[in-house]
């Protein structure tokens, strides 16, 4: 046990510059997702384990997850500082900072809105469902772009010319359903989501590189909650840290198609003793540059 875990450490410890030469081309890009779920931690002297953070940050190219003790406004905000662009995430008030400064632009999650739509039905199945329909138009013509392999300017035009008429129209159908209903009414919760955050949700319209929703990054954490059941904690803060730096690395293979395993058997070769032999930079030994020599 105790060499099969110093070979974890080790294996960590030669990625890690990988790791942080993502999270740096991260903060340069145009567009980035977040989202997060719960890590405990084994921290000496305290009677239990603790309960951290594991936050994920990506792109369609790019994945980098960072171990933070708490869900703090300010970390985020902190971390997020150099970044210029628009930033997918949860309407979470940690994020508000974020978007203060004016140097980040809000987009928000439709998977979210279309759930409390769904959850809504059972006290209002009629006007619930009404509402839901205009959010699963949403879905339908992005579904028919994706299909038809549409990006770029293609997806942009598609967006505006069939999606951007069902926005309006569910506009108006807000603005004359929320008078009508209780504050506490879970429609009513469903409404004031779309209300409050009509412009986050609806950014994706504008912007081609913007998703509909957050669902794939929400998605990277069932690989998360696969690890948690056989772990059950991380060993320590510096645990947490290492076990974030192989979730990226693995986490950006899987975005771009690479072969894991052979990524990391390239990688280590040049990322370990030979390295001097190879001279190479850390941006010619990424899962990217790895894919270049797959030809």
């Not at 469902?129 to 579904?143: K, L, N, T, V």
């Not at 904690?233 to 730096?245: D, K, L, N, Y």
Request: hydrophobic fraction near 45%.
């Amino acid at each position: 046990m105790g060499s099969l875990v110093s070979f974890i450490e080790k294996a960590a410890d030669l990625l890690a510059p990988i790791d942080g030469l993502h999270w740096k081309q991260l903060l340069k890009e145009h567009w980035m997702a977040t989202d997060g779920t719960g890590l405990k931690v084994l921290i000496p002297k305290l009677p239990a384990a603790h309960n951290g953070y594991i936050e994920l940050y990506r792109n369609h190219e790019l994945a980098v997850f960072q171990y933070e003790p708490d869900k703090s406004g300010d970390i985020v905000t902190s971390k997020l500082a150099s970044f210029r662009g628009i930033l997918t995430a949860d309407a979470e008030h940690r994020f508000n900072g974020v978007f203060a400064s004016g140097h980040v632009l809000e987009a928000g999650c439709n998977a979210h809105g279309r759930r409390k739509f769904r959850d809504a039905e059972d006290s209002q199945p009629l006007l619930a469902a009404e509402g839901g329909r205009f959010i699963g138009a949403m879905y339908g013509e992005e579904d028919k772009a994706a299909k038809a392999g549409l990006t770029g300017r293609n997806l942009l035009r598609h967006r505006r010319k069939y999606i951007k008429p069902i926005v309006r129209d569910f506009r108006k159908w807000l603005d004359a359903v929320a008078p009508t209903l209780l504050p506490s009414e879970p429609l009513a919760v469903a409404v004031r989501y779309y209300l409050n955050h009509h412009e986050a949700l609806f950014r994706f319209v504008d912007d081609a590189s913007v998703p509909i929703d957050n669902s794939p990054t929400e998605r990277e954490f069932q690989n998360v909650a696969k690890l948690r059941l056989n772990m059950l904690f991380a060993g320590s803060t510096e645990g947490a840290h290492r076990a974030c730096v192989l979730l990226g690395i693995v986490a950006t293979c899987r975005a771009i198609g690479v072969p894991v395993q052979a990524y990391l058997s390239w990688a280590f070769e040049r990322l370990g003793t030979h390295r001097e032999v190879f001279g190479l930079d850390l941006a010619d030994m990424t899962p990217a540059a790895f894919k270049k020599t797959l030809g």
